[in-house]
T-cell receptor
Framework: NAGVMQNPRHLVRRRGQEARLRCSPM?????VYWYRQLPEEGLKFMVY????????ESGMPKERFSAEFPKEGPSILRIQQVVRGDSAAYFC????????????FGPGTRLTVT | ELKVEQNPLFLSMQEGKNYTIYCNYS?????LYWYRQDPGKSLESLFV?????AVKQEGRLMASLDTKARLSTLHITAAVHDLSATYFC???????????????FGTGTRLTIIP
């Protein structure tokens, strides 16, 4: 039973380029969350999605960032015109629809902006 | 806005000793999670605490939740080197019928066990 999958694991972008991060939830999970972790800090919530819907984007920067979770395929976090401050580890988590609603985390994508 | 404070931020302890990590949060929450993170790795779920007075134990780790005091603790018994990691608490925001809500993470406690 595969866990949460993220790719790429490492991504290097020059300032001004676009970054696309992908997340495939655990089998049977329909809820996806994106978090960002800056070096030596805790995780900060960005966005919570269900299939084809954004439920909570209160942690998402207003500009350059967008997220989607289409009916088919992985969830995508897109960062346009990246800046050095976007360098961080981006983690995706997924949860099911019952029980403790525990969030299971993927391995993360480490984005470096040069 | 929910704020989460963990202390200590750094903890260095000898093998065989006991210690407790504290997690205080600012607004009401009805569930709290503890995670472990090794350097450069993802987060591993340790405990889910769902109600006031909940206590869970796994090996040398025991977690408890006091929702009235807005406090959770992670107790380490007879520490071993393998427990060296960063530990995060994460209460769920607010109380609702929906379990699927964002988590607010503490700053983490970096634990180093010295042989």
């Amino acid at each position: 039973n595969a866990g949460v999958m993220q790719n790429p694991r490492h991504l290097v972008r020059r300032r001004g380029q676009e970054a696309r991060l992908r997340c495939s939830p655990m089998k049977g999970h329909s809820h996806v969350y994106w978090y960002r972790q800056l070096p030596e800090e805790g995780l900060k919530f960005m966005v919570y999605l269900q299939k084809e819907n954004i439920i909570d984007e209160s942690g998402m920067p207003k500009e350059r960032f967008s997220a989607e979770f289409p009916k088919e395929g992985p969830s995508i976090l897109r960062i346009q015109q990246v800046v050095r401050g976007d360098s961080a580890a981006y983690f995706c988590a997924s949860s099911g629809t019952s029980g403790a609603w525990e969030q299971y985390f993927g391995p993360g994508t480490r984005l470096t902006v040069t | 806005e929910l704020k989460v404070e963990q202390n200590p931020l750094f903890l260095s302890m000898q093998e065989g000793k006991n210690y407790t990590i504290y997690c205080n949060y600012s607004t009401t929450s009805d569930r709290l999670y503890w995670y472990r993170q090794d350097p450069g790795k993802s987060l591993e779920s340790l405990f889910v605490l769902l109600s006031n007075g909940a206590v869970k134990q796994e090996g040398r780790l025991m977690a408890s939740l006091d929702t009235k005091a807005r406090l959770s603790t992670l107790h380490i018994t007879a520490a071993v080197h393998d427990l060296s990691a960063t530990y995060f608490c994460a209460p769920k925001g607010g109380i609702s019928n929906f379990g699927n809500e964002k988590l607010t993470f503490g700053t983490g406690t970096r634990l180093t066990i010295i042989p």
